[in-house]
Structures are given as structure tokens and as C-alpha cells.
């Protein structure tokens, strides 16, 4: 059930995925995230963020400038980038562990590899920017391809969700990225209705029957405050950790969180209980 796969980078980190659930920490550098926009947007906070959540058991940080909230204004890779460098530097220095980097503009991985992060985390799956597949196979890290869609018409979504991975993953595959670089993403909450969403959550074990690890993030989505009666985001971690563990009873890999000491204490408990130890 568990992928294996161990990664160990020039700066001295590294990562292994083996036989528990991966948390990645979700950091917002943004003044307009649904969630936590504009608390950790400064060098100060976003620094102080990391080493916080490191402490509550994140194995990796997740860095984005750029809010992907509903009705967003989206940034050029200029505007992004501008921010980015606002953080990056303070954000690689604090962290002791993999960096990865959220980002759907080429320009912008390429200048974070650049100053040192570890891992691609594409929303749009290496379907936006054509040249985002060749940074990845420049650098040599990780690419955690997401699904995403600019509508919601599916056929059968989970069939429609493994044609988009593998053209992303074909596309990577021909410019060099090995498998062992590739991660998949479901993309809960993106391009999906709620029900939509409810549905790939229960499908999971269809996708992680595959050889590529999978990334879930759930993380405080609409459906969660939907399902707990209209709650806010602030209020949807408890919903969050049921929807990461409904993963790891289906082989997911790795879950992208805000409230990381919450889901270190209770995946610990569900790989327990999923290993039999």
C-alpha cells in the first residue's frame, strides 16, 4: 500500500516515503487565502510559521504566494515571483526539512530552484505552462502533478481524473522527469462541485492502486464546512482530519494540511491501526 521512495538533496535534506503518512504543512504567503491569508505573509511570520510547524511534525513545508481561492485575482509570474522573494530566503533557512514550492508558472519553479527549494507542487498539473515539465527535469525534484479543470463536466470523474494524469505524466516522461520524481494529487476542491468532491474522496483507492504516490488535500475545503453544517475554515480541522484519514484507509501517501500537530497525533493512530502494530 505504502509507495516507497527516498529523495536527499545538495543542501543536505531529505525525505523518504515508506510505511507512514507523509505531512506536508501549508504555509500561505498570501494577504488573500481563504483560510490564514495575510498571517504569514511578512519574513517574520512566515519564518516563525515554519519552525512551528516543523516542531508539530511536518515532514515537508508548502510555500504559495498566490491565492487560489474562488474569485481570486490570479498574479503574472513577475507578481509572483516578487513576492516569493520576499519569503523564500527566511522560509529555506528556517526550515529543516524539503520545501516545495506552489506555483503553475514555470518562470516562477524555475527561480525557486534556483535559490534552493526541493519539491514542484503544480495546481495545474503541467497542463498550464508548457515549460513547466522541462524546470522539473532541469532541477531534478519532485512534481506533485494536481488535477484541476475550468469546468465540472465530467463522464465518469475518476476515468476523466487518470486521462489528465496521464498525459501530465507522458509530458513529463518525454523531457526527462523520471518516475520516481512523479506524485499525483487528486485536487479536492478544485475544478469539482461538493459532490464531485465527495465522490473522488470515496474513489481514492482507485487512483492509489496506481504506482505513483498520492498527495490529498482536503485541508479546511467547502465540502468539510458544507458536511459540518455551513462551519468556516477555521472551524473545519476536525472535518479535515476524518477526510485525511478516509485517504489513508485508501492508500494515500501524503496529506497537505494547516493544523499539522492535529494530524501528526491522529495519523499516527490510523497507520498504527492500518499496520496492525
Known sequence: MFK??????????????????????????????????????????????????IEDGADIIDLGVESTRPGCTPLTADEEIERLSQLIDPVLHASTVPVSIDTYHAKTADYAFSKGAHILNDIWGLHY???MAAVAAKYKVPVIIMHNSNDTNYGDIIEDMKAYFFF??????????????????????????????????????????YEYPILLAPSRKRFIGSMLGGLPPEE?????????????FQGVDMVRVHNVKMHKRALAVADGLLRGE
Open 129 to 131: 505552462d508548457p515549460d
Open 4 to 53: 516507497r521512495r527516498n529523495y536527499t538533496w545538495n543542501d543536505g535534506k531529505s525525505l523518504s516515503l515508506c510505511d507512514r503518512t507523509l505531512i506536508m504543512g501549508i504555509l500561505n504567503g498570501t494577504p488573500d487565502s481563504f483560510s490564514d491569508g495575510g498571517k504569514f505573509n511578512t519574513p517574520e511570520a512566515a519564518a516563525a510559521h515554519v519552525t512551528q510547524m
Open 168 to 209: 501530465a505524466v507522458d509530458k513529463a516522461l518525454k523531457v526527462g522527469v523520471t518516475p520516481q520524481q512523479i506524485w499525483l494529487d487528486p485536487g479536492i476542491g478544485f475544478g469539482k462541485t461538493e459532490e464531485q468532491n465527495i465522490e473522488v474522496m470515496q474513489r481514492l483507492g482507485e487512483l492509489t492502486a
Open 236 to 248: 473545519r480541522d476536525e472535518g479535515t482530519v476524518a477526510a485525511c484519514i478516509t485517504g489513508v
